[in-house]
């Protein structure tokens, strides 16, 4: 069979069927270190008819599929480990319907955060979550995304209220609505949330959107240790204050961001903040903020006050992991993400710190402190079977201590190929419920094969 010829069917425009060499190789591979695998095709549909049709004659042949948006995930998620299709949602990118009095949008797949924040603007309101990069909504919500605001607005499962989605089989269904909350059936919008695109194929989504706050301050604390980092973060989420952001950056995070971005932050553990409201509330955070955190003995305390500052700030933040791979331009990135019940974190990244030390090896700490997640940073050459050794060692060892504390084994990356060994131990009663609801919904087997649940 010539697949290229055969999608020509359902997609009119050749040019939006490719297996030419250079289109392939960009799908064989995401931002991490999980060995590439080519697609035998790459199609770009520009619409549900089209995913449809592409879908049902996959599931009609039994021909692996793989939705796609950006290739930015970090766990091998859209790496089309099978071959067959990959199918590459990014040009289904327009706003369907925005709704500011109803505080909705309606949205296809491959919108991106910072597209929907353009148009959101001039209404005066936004969509807050950001992974750091500038991931495809449907993207983010197959892999229930989250990133530096889940500490005040939630993650991508708080911002759904409907999706369309593709079965396996071409139909299409709608699991919501356009209401802020029902209590009328089972939850189906909550289950293809993070199934990423192992249950069906996104192809339009209506998200909660947020108004943009009165006032925002961002700063920078700097402490002379991860633990008085640490236990600061701790002590501003049980104040009970509204923070917007609360991130940990170590001090080789902190090097790389300086090193990529010429800037001249101090080289120490920093807590990134972000203060949201109005103007009297995020005043009062603020001292509160800067108090909690000279008690754990921070040793600067630097506001960000004009826009470009705080941009810039952020910035850095979200270019953190890009920054640490510029460190080492020739190997590849491997980074594990796990999260914690919040009174655990401190401990969990003090320990963190001492198995990466232990191994003597570079490895860098960043991450979402205000809900318990925190991320390690590894750069790898995957052709080196000892490296690779050493990180899925200590990347064990991090995994392992948050479950046995009651954690996750990822708080936002999503398992894709990377964490399949730990969500049996996770979810071990669960998982025969899970692998009948997978049978269910795509009985050959071909949407998104050798992710979630089975390598």
């Known amino acids: 069979m010539d697949l290229q010829q055969e999608l020509m069917q359902y997609i009119?425009?050749?040019?939006?069927?490719?297996?030419?060499?250079?289109?392939?190789?960009?799908?064989?591979?995401?931002?991490?270190?999980?060995?590439?695998?080519s697609p035998d095709v790459v199609a770009f549909p520009e619409s549900e008819a089209e995913v449809a049709s592409i879908v049902r004659f996959a599931n009609d042949n039994r021909i692996p599929i793989t939705p796609c948006g950006v290739l930015t995930s970090?766990?091998?998620?859209?790496?089309?480990?099978?071959?067959?299709i990959s199918l590459d949602l990014?040009?289904?990118?327009?706003?369907?319907?925005v709704r500011p009095r109803d505080f909705l949008v309606r949205v296809q797949p491959g919108v991106t955060r910072t597209q929907l924040n353009?148009?959101?603007?001039?209404?005066?309101?936004?969509?807050?979550?950001?992974?750091?990069?500038?991931?495809?909504?449907?993207?983010?919500?197959?892999?229930?995304?989250?990133g530096t605001t889940?500490?005040?607005?939630?993650?991508?499962?708080?911002?759904?209220?409907?999706?369309?989605?593709?079965?396996?089989?071409?139909?299409?269904?709608?699991?919501?609505?356009?209401?802020?909350?029902?209590s009328a059936g089972y939850n189906m919008t909550q289950l293809f949330i993070g199934s990423e695109g192992t249950l069906g194929v996104i192809t339009e989504l209506t998200l909660r959107i947020h108004p943009i706050?009165?006032?925002?301050?961002?700063?920078?604390?700097v402490f002379p240790d991860l633990d008085k980092a640490s236990e600061a973060a701790y002590s501003m989420m049980s104040s009970g204050m509204q923070i917007g952001r609360i991130e940990l950056v170590d001090e080789h995070t902190i090097h790389a961001v300086n090193l990529a971005k010429e800037t001249s932050y101090t080289e120490q553990p920093t807590l990134f903040l972000e203060f949201h409201g109005s103007e009297s509330s995020v005043q009062g955070d603020v001292v509160l903020g800067q108090e909690l955190c000279e008690d754990e003995d921070c040793v600067d305390f630097v506001f960000e006050t004009d826009t470009e500052s705080r941009n810039q700030l952020w910035e850095a933040r979200h270019d953190a992991a890009?920054?640490?791979?510029?460190?080492?331009?020739?190997?590849?990135?491997?980074?594990?993400?796990?999260?914690?019940?919040?009174?655990?974190?401190p401990k969990a990244i003090a320990v963190a710190r001492q198995t990466i030390d232990s191994y003597g090896v570079y490895g860098a700490i960043l991450g979402h402190v205000g809900d318990g997640n925190y991320h390690v940073i590894f750069m790898v050459d995957p052709n080196d079977k000892e490296e690779i050794r050493v990180a899925d060692e200590i990347n064990h060892q991090i995994v392992e201590y948050a479950l046995e504390r009651g954690g996750t084994c990822t708080g936002e990356h999503g398992v894709g190929i990377g964490k399949i060994s730990y969500v049996e131990k996770e979810h071990k009663?669960?998982?025969?419920?899970?692998?009948?609801?997978?049978?269910?919904?795509?009985?050959?087997?071909?949407?998104?094969?050798?992710?979630?649940?089975?390598k």
């Open 74 to 84: 970090l766990e091998g998620h859209v790496i089309p480990v099978q071959g067959g």
């Open 118 to 146: 353009q148009e959101l603007k001039r209404y005066g309101l936004q969509f807050p979550l950001d992974p750091g990069a500038d991931a495809t909504l449907g993207g983010m919500a197959a892999t229930n995304a989250s």
């Open 12 to 37: 009119s425009d050749s040019k939006r069927v490719s297996s030419g060499e250079s289109i392939v190789a960009q799908h064989a591979q995401d931002f991490s270190h999980h060995p590439p695998h």
């Open 90 to 97: 990014t040009q289904m990118n327009r706003i369907l319907e």
């Open 213 to 221: 706050p009165e006032a925002t301050v961002a700063a920078r604390a």
């Open 150 to 182: 889940a500490v005040r607005y939630g993650v991508m499962r708080n911002q759904v209220l409907d999706l369309a989605v593709v079965l396996a089989d071409g139909s299409i269904i709608h699991t919501g609505g356009s209401a802020v909350k029902s």
């Open 322 to 345: 890009l920054a640490v791979m510029q460190t080492a331009p020739d190997k590849k990135m491997k980074v594990t993400d796990v999260c914690v019940p919040l009174s655990e974190l």
């Open 429 to 454: 009663d669960t998982i025969p419920w899970m692998n009948r609801v997978k049978k269910m919904f795509d009985p050959n087997g071909i949407l998104n094969p050798g992710k979630l649940l089975h």
